[in-house]
C-alpha cells in the first residue's frame, strides 16, 4: 500500500497567516492526490483534487500543488472558518490512503 | 441538492452484526460509485469498501474482508453495509461518501454513523 506522510501534525497560525501543509507519498502518485478540510463533528469536506483543482465552492485562498511523490495544500490568508484538520489522499494506487492529518489551531 | 443521509450502527458486541444504510438524494446515484470509509476516535480516515456502477464489482479493505459486505439497491438510491464478526477495533464514524466517474477521490459525504463493539 502506499503511505502517505502529513507534516505538520499540528500548526499554530494567525488569521491571516499564510499556511502551507506538506504530503509525500511513499511511491509516485503523478498527480492523483486530494486534499479534504474536517471540522470537529463534521464529515470531511474536499478541497482539492488532482493535486491543484479546487473542489465545487472552495475559496480561492486554498491553492495546491505538486506531482510525484510531494505535494502541498497551502492556504494564502488564514480566516476563522479555516481552523480545522486537513488531510491527503492518494487515489493512484488501490486501497486509496489518506495522510494522518494536520490539525490547524489557533495561534 | 446533493445528499446522502446515514442510518444505522450503534452498540454492538463482539462477534455481533450490523447494517447500515446511506440514502442518496439529489442526484442520478446509478451513474456513480460508492464508498464506505471509517474513523476511529480521535484517529484518522481509512478507506473501507467500495462497490462500482456497471458490474457492481466490490473492493474491500483486507482489515475487512471476509466480513463486512458492500451493496447497492439503484432502485431505492441507496448503499448498505453488512457487517459481521464485529470486532472492537471497527470501533468508529463510518461515513458513506460518492465518487466522481473515473475518478478516486469523494465530493459529497455522509454525516457519519457512529459504530461501538463492546461487551
Known amino acids: 500500500d502506499i503511505q502517505m506522510t502529513q507534516s505538520p501534525s499540528t500548526l499554530s497560525a494567525s488569521v491571516g497567516d499564510r499556511v502551507t501543509i506538506t504530503c509525500r507519498a511513499t511511491?509516485?502518485?503523478?498527480?492523483?492526490l486530494a486534499w479534504y478540510q474536517q471540522k470537529p463533528g463534521k464529515a470531511p469536506n474536499l478541497l482539492m483534487y488532482?493535486?491543484?483543482s479546487l473542489g465545487r465552492g472552495v475559496p480561492s485562498r486554498f491553492s495546491g500543488s505538486g506531482s510525484g511523490t510531494e505535494f502541498t495544500l497551502t492556504i494564502s490568508s488564514l480566516q476563522p472558518d479555516d481552523f480545522a484538520t486537513y488531510y491527503c489522499?492518494?487515489?493512484?494506487?488501490?486501497?486509496?490512503?489518506f495522510g494522518q492529518g494536520t490539525k490547524v489551531e489557533i495561534k | 441538492e446533493m445528499q446522502l443521509l446515514q442510518s444505522g450502527g450503534g452498540l454492538v458486541q463482539p462477534g455481533g452484526s450490523l447494517r447500515l444504510s446511506c440514502a442518496a438524494s439529489?442526484?442520478?446515484?446509478?451513474?456513480?460509485?460508492m464508498t464506505w470509509l471509517r474513523q476511529a476516535p480521535g484517529k484518522g480516515l481509512e478507506w473501507v469498501s467500495a462497490?462500482?456502477?456497471?458490474?457492481?464489482?466490490?473492493y474491500y479493505a483486507d482489515s475487512v474482508k471476509g466480513r463486512f459486505t458492500i451493496s447497492r439497491d439503484d432502485s431505492k438510491s441507496t448503499l448498505s453495509l453488512q457487517m459481521n464478526s464485529l470486532r472492537a477495533e471497527d470501533t468508529a464514524l463510518y461515513y458513506c461518501a460518492k465518487v466522481p466517474p473515473d475518478q478516486g477521490f469523494y465530493d459529497l459525504w455522509g454525516q457519519g454513523t457512529l459504530v461501538t463493539v463492546s461487551s
Open positions: 488532482d493535486a491543484s
Open positions: 462497490i462500482s456502477t456497471t458490474d457492481d464489482t466490490t
Open positions: 489522499q492518494q487515489y493512484n494506487s488501490f486501497p486509496w490512503t
Open positions: 439529489g442526484f442520478t446515484f446509478s451513474s456513480y460509485a
Open positions: 511511491q509516485n502518485i503523478r498527480s492523483w
